[in-house]
């Protein structure tokens, strides 16, 4: 083993020299040793900015849609309100929740959703001074109180009947208000009890019996002072719509025939724009009395609420003092805007003219 590395020790040597040797024959020209390539100079320049994109014109918002107007279930637009005819309000027209689920008052159930157009309604109940000027100009039937001392100017006329209360409003361009629509006008669309709200009803708020007596304690004048007697319309608060009287002082009566619950009355007390049994059309059989709503000055809190129905014959026999207030359509309340604004006119015509 020693003796190969001897060997191959010697051949590399030898191998050295004889390179070694033929490098320097050749000389340094026969050497093919390429020239390093001069760099070219490169300045020092700054990275050039990114140009800002062009700045593209923003899409144009697309519009919002228009909300849908408001429409009954049978599709019918719901008319917003406008201007009322002078002694008027009016009542938005939509949904309202009607009647009660409670056992009492048994003949106002179920509890359900109504649909009513847009309507308007006499802020105060009918005055004895306004029936009985009808009366006068022998538009209006006789009729009236029996009670002395019912007889002031701005008190409800009571005694009237079903059929003088509806006379005096058609002669006036308007109508008794359904019982629905009374009801909405009463309580407003979210089902509270009173026109102010569900607070109880007390002698602040509404002309009533309460533990004073009747009338709020009030005495009637000359006989029986302790049957007491109607106040003047809005001598208490409005209540929801701007309304006086909703509550007591005066029932009031509607257009609607009586059925002993709503349940009992069906699709003619559903639905958009109900008008009770027979669609209020006289005659109506089985059906004898129509409705008076809101309670009066001789009853107690229970029945002064938005929900309490009382029946009695249209012709107010037995005799009662019951009171009304009108309605008008959107179609009557445009006439009488339009006779009002004529007669306004015609007025300050007349004060222009002078006596010549």
């Known amino acids: ?13 030898w191998m050295v020299l004889w390179l070694g040797g033929l490098t320097a024959c050749r000389g340094p020209e026969s050497v093919s040793t390429p020239d390093p390539q001069p760099q070219a100079a490169v300045a020092s320049v700054p990275p050039a900015e990114a140009e ?17 107007p408001p429409k009954l279930p049978d599709g019918t637009l719901i008319v917003p309100c406008a201007e009322p005819p002078p002694g008027m309000a009016c009542i938005p027209g939509g949904p309202f929740i009607r009647g009660t689920d ?14 009513l157009q847009t309507f308007y309604m006499d802020l105060n109940e009918v005055t004895y001074a306004e029936y009985k000027r009808c009366e006068k100009e022998r538009r209006c039937d006789k009729a009236g109180p029996n009670y002395l001392d019912f007889d002031h100017p701005n ?15 058609e002669v006036h361009g308007k109508d008794l208000p359904t019982e629905a629509q009374w009801e909405k006008a009463a309580r407003g669309p979210d089902g509270n009890v009173y026109s102010w709200g569900n607070e109880p009803v007390t002698c602040e708020r509404a002309i009533i019996m309460d533990d004073k007596g009747r009338s709020c304690g009030l005495k009637k004048g000359k006989s029986k002072p302790e049957t007491g007697r ?4 809005g001598s208490r608060p409005p209540g929801v719509y701007g309304l006086y009287d909703m509550m007591g002082n005066s029932w009031e009566w509607v257009i609607d025939w009586y059925s002993p619950s709503y349940e009992e009355c069906g699709a003619e007390c559903e639905g958009v724009d109900p008008r009770g049994p027979c669609g209020g ?8 009395m129509r409705v008076v709503r809101g309670g009066s000055w001789y009853w107690d809190a229970t029945r002064a609420t938005g929900i309490f129905r009382r029946p009695h014959f249209p012709l107010n026999e037995p005799f009662h003092h019951f009171g009304f207030r009108c309605m ?18 015609a007025d300050a015509g007349e004060a222009a003219g002078g006596d010549g």
Do not use: F
């Open 1 to 13: 083993m020693y003796a190969l590395v001897d060997v191959t020790s010697r051949t590399t040597v």
């Open 52 to 68: 800002p994109a062009a700045a593209q014109p923003e899409a144009a918002a697309e519009p919002e849609p228009e909300p849908e």
């Open 102 to 115: 409670e056992e009492e008052p048994a003949n106002a159930r179920p509890q359900a959703t109504v649909w």
């Open 155 to 169: 008190m409800p006329i009571q005694g009237v009947s079903w059929y003088d209360s509806r006379k005096y409003c």
């Open 230 to 233: 109607p106040w003047d319309v």
């Open 281 to 288: 059309a006289e005659p109506c059989p089985k059906h004898y």
């Open 328 to 345: 008008a359509s959107v179609e009557q309340a445009e006439a009488l805007r339009a006779a009002a604004a004529a007669e306004g006119g």
